[in-house]
């Protein structure tokens, strides 16, 4: 029986199913490492951003040059 099983099923169906798992996993580990791309870049674009805010505070002459390096020194660290 377990013979007929195997023949009605075609020898591409055992290939199929492994396709389909490796084209599960490749789209799990593409979403994986998606979202940490996008946590970890906020990240970066939040202290690019906040940089030059502060640039353009001291261009305007908002702030002195003490207080540029002072916030400057902050966002670093």
Known sequence: M????????????GWAWL?????????????IVFLVRSLTDRDDRSASRAMGILEERFARGEIDRDEFDERKRALES
Do not use: E, I, S
């Open 2 to 13: 377990d013979m007929d099983m195997h023949m009605t099923m075609g020898p591409m169906m």
């Open 19 to 31: 396709l389909v798992w490796l084209l599960f996993l490749a789209v799990l580990v593409v979403g």
